[in-house]
């Protein structure tokens, strides 16, 4: 437990010397240039990125989640901000999860938001960029007729 307490009071200094304090929400300053939030939904498999989606609200109180009013639009995870894509796998794995949803704000040089178990991934060709290869990974080769 001291070791837990330890790392914790080391996240609460690392947010204090960055000034951005510990309330993520708002303090991230995910804010674009016209004052809307903003953050992206990136989502991993086994260290690779599969789905990236940006998530923009206009109401600067709200979560920046689709059913709080958030637009979300999908992109090619090669457009993604330099370093997203990392951050975000490494964020997965620094919580032992091979499949994960990260969300995560650029405009503060890459806040975690929140890693999520079980991620959403909306209608938008959610099934075919996250649910067929998240399937494929846990069926023998044989199976998918990759061997």
């Keep these: 437990m001291e070791a837990l307490h330890a790392q914790l009071a080391a996240a609460a200094e690392f947010y204090d010397l960055a000034g951005t304090g510990r ?43 689709e059913c709080q009013g958030a637009v979300s639009t999908r992109l090619d995870p090669n457009d993604l901000p330099t370093g997203l894509a990392e951050l975000a796998v490494s964020a997965a794995k620094s919580l032992g999860l091979p499949f994960a949803g990260v969300d995560l704000a650029a405009e503060s040089g890459g806040v975690v938001f929140e890693v999520n178990v079980h991620p959403a991934f909306g209608a938008d060709r959610g099934l075919e960029t996250v649910a067929i290869p998240y399937v494929a990974a846990h069926l023998p080769p044989s199976a998918t007729g990759l061997n």
């Design 23 to 65: 309330l993520i929400a708002r303090d991230a300053r995910n804010f674009g240039p016209d004052g809307r939030r903003h953050q992206y939904r990136i989502v991993v498999l086994g260290g690779q990125v599969l789905r990236a989606v940006e998530h923009v609200q206009p109401d600067p109180d709200a979560p920046c989640n």
